[in-house]
């Protein structure tokens, strides 16, 4: 058994001479008194004792006395790699082949396709940066982003780091990698950069997509020159390099887009090795001796009768504080292992019980009423609960949307979804969003034409009598046709089957650029829960 804090035990030195010091003083002001007298107040060694007994024991309990569980090697997850990618028109210089640009992007695809631990997120930049391709492990999503880009649609000339590191920074998440590839673009404040990196958690790999020689870059009349006229010689900005070191990561020069992704996986998995911590799992012993201690101050002082009754309210009251909590907990406890068996009428009924509720148990009630098929009230449930952490804020903004999907409502939905997205970049609520889209767009195509039918049958159809008397020999008509031989109850079966394949086949709509424009405005953290 070994002390967690042992420091706290040099207190048992000065409670020891205070204990010695005390009985010597009651031995020398001994008096002469009545034997029934003396027997009144007689009081065991025991009972003397027990004050400071209870004194050292809880001193002993200070110091976490605990033993050995076992010893392990804990290595820290993947996570996310955030891969920037710069769209600068330097980026056109051929001193990496073909182009800096198609350097960078083909060393991108290589890390993503031999990488299977980390989540990526796609980022372009100039001065100001995009999102391509939020955290996610759908390689072929990556691929779908990067090959959709064009740098030629970007209005935006230069280069800033120090836009996109505050762009990195307001995503999701405590700790963030950061691989940029880039020439280094224009000259900036070296020491600026690091301190808005430190305060934002970025730790830096850059990739040189410049050689130290230069090179110039083309343009539509030939080469870029200067006002001057001169040509324009673009060359590796250093900044880059010690923006690298400035931050912990490292700095990648290679000439091939291959040795490049090697590289990057070697850098970012030796800061994984560096960060791996030896962990011992310890027993807790602490409860032992503080249970002694609680029953040495018990036997010392409630052995007075007057002292008892004193006491007795006071625990009274404690007690009924301490079963209000093991209640609320054990409702809690109760409604989750409901949850997870699929009881969700008992599962809410338990969590009902909470009082007052707690953000738990509110959450546990949407859900199982959800579960339920309750959608209204769980919608009700999910808007009264209140936090000011994104993360819960983003979840109930999801749950939100899952309840107005379920009840017809599209659009409150649609700004659920996107609301969350706002928050966390979350790739269910970013799924749920593209089906909400679609079923709002096949909602308008089908309001679309009904309105123009009935423009057309009001402009085309005479007056309200002839219309009628048409409708009329219309039905008979068809009736005539279909007896005995049922075509038209077989062509309507039909159409109804086709057309029920049909939007089962539908393909998933794409996001567009105003949902994403939509998405990006947003990454604030409010200041006010809700």
Known sequence: ?????????????????????????????????????????RRTLLVRLAPFLALGWMVVALARPVTKEAITITAPTGGTLCLAIDASRSMMATDRKPNRFAFAKAATLNLVNRDSRHKYALIAFTTNALILSPPTEDKALIHAALEAFRPDYILTHGTSIEALLRYVGRLGGENKDLVIFSDGGDEEDLAKLAEVARK???????VACGSRRGSTIPSESGWL????????????????????????????????????????????????????ARRTAYREWFWLPLLLGIG????????????????????ALLGIHAQAGLLDYYHLSKGIELYHKGAYEKAAKAFAKVDPPLLESRYGLGASLYKMG????????????????PAVKAAIFYNLGNCAVKIGRFKSARDYYVKALQLTLDPDAKANLQKVLFL???????????????????????????????????????????????????????????????????????????????????????????
Do not use: C
């Open 296 to 315: 040495f101050f018990l036997a010392g002082t409630l052995s007075t009768a007057g002292l008892m009754r004193r006491l007795w309210p006071l625990l």
């Open 440 to 530: 709002l767009e096949k909602r308008r195509s089908k309001v679309q034409p009904k309105a123009n039918r009935h423009v057309k049958a009001a402009t085309d159809g005479g007056s309200s009598a002839e219309r009628k008397e048409k409708g009329a020999k219309k039905s008979d008509s068809q009736h005539r046709m279909g007896q005995g031989s049922g075509a038209q109850s077989a062509t309507k079966s039909m159409r109804i089957g086709i057309q029920k394949g049909a939007s089962q086949t539908t393909p998933r709509h794409p996001l567009s650029s105003k949902v994403y424009e939509m998405i990006n405005k947003g990454y604030v953290h409010e200041e006010r829960p809700w």
């Open 374 to 389: 309750a959608y209204k009230k769980a919608g009700r449930v999910f808007a009264s609960i209140k936090s000011s952490d």
């Open 1 to 41: 058994m070994s002390f967690l804090h042992p420091f706290f035990l040099w207190l048992l030195l000065p409670l020891g001479l205070f204990t010695w010091l005390r009985f010597r003083q009651e031995r020398r002001n001994s008096l002469p008194l009545h034997p029934r007298v003396i027997l009144e107040n």
């Open 225 to 276: 020159r200067d006002k001057n006229g001169r040509l324009v010689v673009s060359t590796q900005n250093p900044i880059l390099e010690n923006l690298a070191e400035a931050t912990g990561g490292a700095f990648i020069d290679e000439s091939t887009p291959d040795a490049a992704a090697d590289a990057i996986l070697e850098q970012v998995d030796d800061q994984l090795k560096r960060q791996s």
């Open 200 to 206: 934002n958690h970025i730790r830096i790999f850059g």
